[in-house]
C-alpha cells in the first residue's frame, strides 16, 4: 500500500478522535467528513473539507444521503494496480480515499431506549455500512477502522510505517468491519421480527459480542469465549 493521502472519517461515537487526527495531521493526511463529526473536527482544531464540497453535492433528504456519491465510492473502491481503474479515475478526475473511519448509528441503543419508531428507523444507518463494506472488500489498498478501541493500533500503524499500514492489519480490520455490519444488520432484522411478531423467518441470524475470554474450553487444551 502507499501512503495514505485522504481520510474519510463519519462517526457517531466521536471520542478519543484528537490522537487519530494529531497523528493524520502529522503525515500529512487530508480528511474528509460531514455534519456532527466535520464540526467536531473543526471544534477539536483541525483542518477538514466538507464532503459536499469535495463531491459537489449537496447532501439531501435530511442528511440521508451524504457519503452515497460515485466519487466517494470510486476512491474507496478502485484498485490502484489495475490500469484501467486508475485511467477510469483520472478521466473523471476522481482521488483516491485511503483510510475510512466509521462507526454506525446507534441503532441498538435506541430501541433499548424508545419505543418511537421514527426515531428507530432514523437510527438504521445506510451511508455508514456502504462505506464500511467496500473499504473492508478492497483491503487490498484501503484501512478500515470501525471501532474507537482500533484507534491505538491504527496510530501505531502510522507511526511505525510513516503514514501507511501493513497488509496484515488492513486484512485483520476488514474482517471486524464485515463482522461489525453482520451485526449491525443483525440487530435490525431481528427488532422487525420482533415487531410484526414473526418467530421463524425464513433466515436467522445469531448475533452475539464476547463478554470474556475463559481460561480454556470443554478440555483443557481447547479455547472458549463467552458471548
Known amino acids: ?23 493524520l495531521r502529522t503525515n500529512k493526511i487530508n ?5 456532527g463529526t466535520f464540526r467536531k473536527i473543526k471544534k477539536l482544531g483541525f483542518s477538514c473539507l466538507d464532503i459536499s464540497k469535495y463531491t459537489g453535492f449537496d447532501e439531501m433528504l435530511d442528511g440521508r444521503v451524504k457519503t452515497l456519491h460515485p466519487k466517494i465510492h470510486s476512491g474507496i473502491l478502485f484498485k490502484r ?19 475510512i473511519i466509521v462507526n454506525f448509528y446507534p441503532f441498538e441503543a435506541t430501541i433499548k431506549n424508545t419505543s418511537n ?35 491505538a493500533e491504527l496510530i501505531k500503524e ?15 480490520m476488514a474482517s471486524k468491519a464485515f463482522g461489525s455490519t453482520a451485526y449491525y ?6 427488532w422487525f421480527n420482533r415487531d410484526i411478531r ?16 475463559l481460561r480454556y474450553g470443554e478440555n483443557p487444551h481447547q479455547k472458549s469465549s463467552i458471548y
Open 198 to 213: 414473526l418467530k421463524f423467518p425464513e433466515r436467522k441470524t445469531f448475533f452475539g459480542k464476547k463478554i470474556s475470554e
Open 1 to 23: 500500500m502507499g501512503k495514505i493521502r485522504t481520510a474519510l472519517i463519519s462517526v457517531s461515537d466521536k471520542e478519543n478522535l484528537k490522537d487519530v487526527l494529531k497523528v
Open 117 to 151: 419508531i421514527n426515531k428507530i428507523i432514523d437510527n438504521i444507518d445506510i451511508g455508514g455500512p456502504s462505506l464500511v463494506r467496500a473499504a473492508a472488500k478492497n483491503f487490498n489498498d484501503v484501512t478500515i477502522i470501525t471501532e474507537k478501541k482500533d484507534y
Open 81 to 99: 494496480n489495475k490500469s484501467s481503474h486508475r485511467n477510469q479515475m483520472k478521466r473523471k478526475k476522481f482521488d483516491p480515499i485511503d483510510l
Open 158 to 172: 502510522l507511526k511505525r510505517f510513516k503514514g501507511k499500514t501493513s497488509f496484515k492489519f488492513r486484512k485483520k
Open 185 to 190: 444488520d443483525s440487530v435490525i432484522s431481528e
Open 31 to 35: 480528511i474528509i467528513s460531514s455534519g
